[in-house]
């Protein structure tokens, strides 16, 4: 049987002024971009402490309606919490090991979001070219833009000074030599779509960036040649393992006999006289001349017969047969 009861009077309310969803004014949420080309992807560039993340934060601000995705291990750590309290103040063992790990779970972070219609920003330094150019390729189709954070001596030992004094010393002097000897402004190409300098102009820029090369040289730091490789041949996209066969190496294209007598000249068979890796009718002659003859082996029918066997106790039955 069933029971049916009406209820008089208004609902129960949990909370002062609590609303049930159905009885709520819905709004639609924010839509993401309809394609890949509505998105944008700024990749920061500079040396660390230079202030990225400063403009970041001011870009980000100033346009919420890209609901913007920062991909960085500074933002890593604001999210870790340890007992309800900040990672950074809590965390007692060797932070260069930790900030390695975060790097690798932003590598991670980025093989996600490629593909995904989002906005995204990249703050790390990318000052290698290797680096610029594999990040950036991975968003095809996207609208990606690099933005230089380059200051004048002055300005950036002040800015890296207050950050030290903020959160301490993250990067090693040595990482940051190295920076300076690898650092290349990027170029609009065919995996870079604008690039923007927010605080000096591209030739005031490109001056600074010549006295990091001139101070990473005299400090003894050489720059790495595979890193700042530009030719045009890496401007395409990321390469792949061809399993097609108009990727073949120009050898394969040639007739080949595999006849018995090719086989054993090659590789030395049972009536070759000796091939380049040894055969001699399978005796594995040498290429220089033939070896000592072998004595023969008495092999199982060459043994003498040593009688019947003597006879053994008899098996009892198999119960199970």
Request: with cysteine.
């Amino acid at each position: 049987y069933t029971v049916d009861e009406e209820l008089d009077g208004e609902e129960a309310s949990i909370l002062p002024g609590y609303v049930f969803i159905c009885h709520a004014t819905l709004v639609p949420g924010p839509a993401r971009p309809a394609t890949v080309a509505d998105c944008e992807v700024i990749l920061m560039v500079g040396m660390p402490g230079s202030g990225k993340t400063y403009w970041v934060k001011q870009h980000v601000s100033a346009h919420p309606e890209r609901r913007y995705y920062v991909l960085s291990t500074a933002t890593l750590f604001d999210r870790m919490k340890v007992d309800c309290k900040p990672f950074r103040a809590s965390y007692e063992g060797r932070w260069d090991a930790m900030v390695s790990k975060c790097a690798k779970c932003v590598l991670k972070l980025l093989e996600i979001a490629k593909g995904r219609k989002r906005n995204f920003i990249l703050d790390q330094t990318n000052v290698y070219p290797s680096a610029q150019r594999r990040k950036l390729r991975e968003f095809d189709g996207y609208r990606r833009v690099a933005v230089v954070i380059v200051t004048d001596d002055d300005t950036y030992r002040d800015r890296q000074k207050r950050r030290e004094e903020l959160d301490g010393k993250e990067v090693p002097d040595g990482a940051i030599v190295d920076m300076k000897a690898n650092f290349a402004l990027p170029e609009k190409c065919s995996w870079l779509d604008d690039v923007i300098f927010p605080e000096l102009s591209g030739e005031a820029a490109a001056a600074i960036v010549d006295g990091y090369h001139r101070e990473a040289r005299a400090a003894g730091v050489a720059r790495d040649s595979h890193r700042r490789d530009r030719s045009a041949d890496n401007d395409g996209p990321p390469n792949k393992r061809h399993r097609s066969s108009d990727k073949r190496h120009p050898r394969d294209d040639r007739r080949r006999d595999f006849s018995r007598g090719d086989r054993e000249d090659r590789w030395g068979g049972s009536t070759g006289s000796g091939g380049r890796w040894g055969g001699g009718a399978g005796r594995g002659a040498s290429r220089w001349g033939p070896r000592e003859p072998r004595p023969p082996s008495n092999t199982r029918f060459d043994r003498p017969w040593q009688g019947p066997a003597p006879p053994t106790a008899p098996q009892p039955p198999n119960r199970y047969e």
